[in-house]
């Protein structure tokens, strides 16, 4: 039986650790991308699954990215405007549009991806090579147990 105490105050508290510790990680490298490729996050994450996935109705983009809506679609917007990104009809529902990259978006992706990676080297370094396996795969688990969610249902 554990002899610790439940979180007691909030900065104890696991979730919120990962919370601030994610939002820490994320706004080191949203600077490097923002200066760069004047990219804001939001951008970038839909930037990133389109770069692994190809093409993708908006709502897979909020549930891959876990983001609301409005924000994945003021995204998609942008980067559809800054020729990023292109919309195309989905052919196997005829309701919705499939968003993919452009040359240009996917040259830009190439870019960000090897300064993206020096910076996890960097940010990650205090840890072994072994601590990076164990936590990939336990947030992973962590990830899995938190459950599935609707689009829709990320605005609440």
Not at 143 to 153: I, P
Request: proline share 4%; hydrophobic share 40%.
């Amino acid at each position: 039986m554990s002899t610790r105490k439940p979180a007691q105050r909030l900065a104890d508290f696991l979730p919120y650790q990962l919370s601030v510790a994610s939002n820490a990680v994320s706004t080191r490298i949203a600077e490097q991308y923002r200066k760069r490729f004047a990219l804001k996050t939001t951008e970038w994450r839909i930037m990133a699954v389109l770069g692994d996935s190809g093409p993708t109705t908006q709502r897979e983009l909020s549930q891959a990215t876990l983001m609301d809506k409005v924000p994945v679609n003021r995204a998609c917007k942008s980067l559809e405007s800054r020729g990023l990104a292109q919309r195309t009809p989905n052919e196997s529902d005829g309701r919705s549009h499939l968003l993919d990259l452009t040359a240009e978006g996917r040259a830009v992706h190439a870019g960000i991806m090897p300064l993206a990676l020096k910076i996890e080297e960097e940010l990650f370094s205090v840890l072994s090579e072994e601590e990076r396996t164990q936590m990939r795969d336990m947030l992973a688990r962590l990830r899995q147990n938190a459950g599935e969610f609707d689009a829709e249902s990320l605005a609440d």
